[in-house]
């Protein structure tokens, strides 16, 4: 099987992941773990009240979102070039690839 | 509660840690980070061409902290990404990249904290790596398929972050009755759990990824000869 072959077959796997926990909590509301996490610290703790807010938080979900987005095009743009930059490198040095497996 | 409203994540969140335990963490974590920056160093001045592999590292680690993901407990939470970085170069310089993640995360996304960087960085940058890479020199040394090594690495390694985050959690907010154990129990049920299906898709990502780079930067990683590196090293 060639290394492209196995990694779409991953990547299958992957979506099936996440598409199953999706459809296994229909009524659930996703939330971050750590709103979870600071519930508990109230239920635990209700004396403790956190000493420090964020320096700064995005004013609305739209916002957050528009910076994850940024983020994970920035890692992957560069992702991208790295393997261009080294694909074209054994095309133009002549090597040949061989698929081992 | 408005002072609550937290963004969906996972680190420890701004506050959250009382002083002494925010200090502690820093103290713990500041040894490995100048560590970490010396290895950084030496891994870029042995090896120039390995600077675009340690951006490679890095800019992997953005892409999947980025994606949060649902899991199984209907609360959502996202991949580290360390342990790509942790398997190519060994875990010590994931400490830096690490800190680059949380702190960006940290002042542009509400998400973690800068009084919890120490903290976080602990579980994310150093534990984690750690588990990966050993987990991953172990059974390379086992004669274990590659590919599972590497999955086994990635995902433990994931899931170790997340319990020592509920551990740290506890520690610092343990129950009247039980005790941080108590406490331990309830975060990690939380952190935990939710990051089983996560880790395993990580460690699926890591597989695909690693695949690609054993074919395209053959040459790099031979360089680096992680396994030869760390047996003269210890």
């Given at each position: 099987?060639?290394?492209?072959?196995?990694?779409?077959?991953?990547?299958?796997?992957?979506?099936?992941?996440?598409?199953?926990?999706?459809?296994?909590?229909?009524?659930?509301?996703?939330?971050?773990?750590?709103?979870?996490?600071?519930?508990?610290?109230?239920?635990?703790?209700?004396?403790?009240?956190?000493?420090?807010?964020?320096?700064?938080?995005?004013?609305?979900?739209?916002?957050?979102?528009?910076?994850?987005?940024?983020?994970?095009?920035?890692?992957?743009?560069?992702?991208?070039?790295?393997?261009?930059?080294?694909?074209?490198?054994?095309?133009?040095?002549?090597?040949?690839?061989?698929?081992?497996? | 509660?408005?002072?609550?409203?937290?963004?969906?994540?996972?680190?420890?969140?701004?506050?959250?840690?009382?002083?002494?335990?925010?200090?502690?963490?820093?103290?713990?974590?500041?040894?490995?980070?100048?560590?970490?920056?010396?290895?950084?160093?030496?891994?870029?001045?042995?090896?120039?061409?390995?600077?675009?592999?340690?951006?490679?590292?890095?800019?992997?680690?953005?892409?999947?902290?980025?994606?949060?993901?649902?899991?199984?407990?209907?609360?959502?939470?996202?991949?580290?990404?360390?342990?790509?970085g942790a398997i190519l170069f060994g875990p010590y310089i994931m400490v830096v990249i690490g800190l680059i993640v949380l702190l960006f995360q940290a002042i542009l996304l509400a998400h973690g904290g800068i009084s919890t960087l120490g903290a976080n960085v602990f579980s994310m940058g150093i534990i984690g790596?750690?588990?990966?890479?050993?987990?991953?020199?172990?059974?390379?040394?086992?004669?274990?398929?590659?590919?599972?090594?590497?999955?086994?690495?990635?995902?433990?390694?994931?899931?170790?972050?997340?319990?020592?985050?509920?551990?740290?959690?506890?520690?610092?907010?343990?129950?009247?009755?039980?005790?941080?154990?108590?406490?331990?129990?309830?975060?990690?049920?939380?952190?935990?759990?939710?990051?089983?299906?996560?880790?395993?898709?990580?460690?699926?990502?890591?597989?695909?990824?690693?695949?690609?780079?054993?074919?395209?930067?053959?040459?790099?990683?031979?360089?680096?000869?992680?396994?030869?590196?760390?047996?003269?090293?210890?």
């Open positions: 099987m060639s290394d492209s072959t196995k990694n779409i077959m991953l990547l299958l796997v992957i979506t099936v992941l996440i598409i199953a926990t999706l459809w296994s909590n229909t009524g659930a509301e996703f939330a971050g773990a750590d709103d979870r996490a600071s519930e508990i610290v109230s239920e635990i703790d209700p004396g403790y009240n956190p000493w420090l807010e964020n320096v700064w938080e995005p004013p609305s979900g739209e916002i957050a979102s528009l910076l994850f987005a940024l983020q994970a095009a920035l890692g992957t743009g560069f992702i991208c070039f790295y393997l261009g930059y080294k694909a074209g490198q054994r095309k133009k040095d002549g090597v040949v690839l061989i698929d081992k497996h | 509660m408005g002072a609550f409203t937290v963004i969906v994540g996972m680190h420890i969140m701004e506050g959250f840690l009382p002083i002494k335990w925010a200090l502690f963490w820093v103290i713990i974590t500041a040894p490995f980070l100048i560590f970490g920056v010396r290895e950084l160093n030496r891994i870029v001045k042995d090896n120039p061409s390995a600077l675009l592999l340690v951006a490679f590292a890095g800019a992997f680690t953005f892409v999947l902290s980025a994606l949060k993901l649902p899991s199984v407990t209907g609360s959502c939470s996202h991949p580290t990404g360390m342990g790509l790596p750690l588990a990966s890479y050993g987990i991953y020199v172990l059974l390379i040394k086992m004669r274990v398929p590659r590919w599972a090594a590497v999955f086994a690495g990635a995902t433990l390694g994931s899931l170790a972050t997340y319990v020592v985050t509920a551990l740290q959690l506890a520690l610092a907010h343990p129950s009247e009755v039980g005790g941080w154990y108590a406490s331990f129990i309830k975060f990690a049920a939380v952190f935990g759990v939710t990051q089983i299906p996560i880790a395993i898709v990580e460690g699926i990502f890591t597989v695909m990824v690693l695949n690609l780079l054993f074919k395209y930067s053959e040459q790099e990683i031979a360089s680096l000869n992680i396994l030869d590196r760390r047996s003269c090293c210890e």
